[in-house]
T-cell receptor
């Protein structure tokens, strides 16, 4: 069975600090997909990134970067020079090939960025 | 392009009443998902459809919950009768299913905040 663990329940940082959100997953499939979503205080779920299991290249998008390591079953998310607008709950999710598009979500990490 | 549309955005009702939540997926998407989010249980998948056909409803909590997708551009989630423990945010999401198994990104609607008094 698939499982996603986000051990960090809440993280508080001061603006301009770098912060890394951890995500560890479990799956028996060799083909799977990993996602990060952001849920700001307004409540909507915003898609950030999708990564398939055959693509271990790290990705950078502006201040956001993602580190995918199959050896440790981790897909961590780093925000560089954090800003107050980054304050949100961040969810990591997993979908297995053959799972019919079903997403399994982690419990989320609440990030608070303060001035 | 319009994203996933959900209505109403907020619903307050009394215990025992019927509640109907509505969702319009992104045009061209052929998979639709209903999720429920609560503090206690996080994000839970209730049911999903591929090409308007319900594929997995194992997450539907009980018979009081039902979902339909009469066509590719509309789905409903109904709770009858509603109970206070059904209070939650209900999200609808859609994606493209390529073939039978290929996974594509799910895009979420803004959610419906349901309060049952």
């Amino acid at each position: 069975a698939q499982k996603v663990t986000q051990a960090q329940t809440e993280i508080s940082v001061v603006e301009k600090e770098d912060v890394t959100l951890d995500c560890v997953y479990e799956t028996r499939d060799t083909t799977y997909y990993l996602f990060w979503y952001k849920q700001p205080p307004s409540g909507e779920l915003v898609f950030l990134i999708r990564r398939n299991s055959f693509d271990e290249q790290n990705e950078i998008s502006g201040r956001y970067s993602w580190n995918f390591q199959k050896s440790t079953s981790s897909f961590n998310f780093t925000i560089t020079a954090s800003q107050v607008v980054d304050s949100a709950v961040y969810f990591c999710a997993l979908s297995e090939e053959g799972g019919g598009n079903k997403l399994t979500f982690g419990t989320g990490t609440q990030l608070k960025v303060e001035l | 392009d319009a994203g996933v549309i959900q209505s109403p955005r907020h619903e307050v009702t009394e215990m025992g009443q019927e509640v109907t939540l509505r969702c319009k997926p992104i045009s061209g998407h052929n998979s639709l998902f209903w999720y429920r989010q609560t503090m206690m249980r996080g994000l839970e998948l209730l049911i999903y459809f591929n090409n308007n056909v319900p594929i997995d409803d194992s997450g539907m909590p009980e018979d009081r919950f039902s979902a339909k997708m009469p066509n590719a551009s509309f789905s409903t989630l109904k709770i009858q009768p509603s109970e206070p423990r059904d209070s939650a945010v209900y999200f609808c999401a859609s994606s493209s299913l390529r073939g039978k198994t290929s996974t594509d990104t799910q895009y979420f609607g803004p959610g419906t905040r349901l309060t049952v008094l």
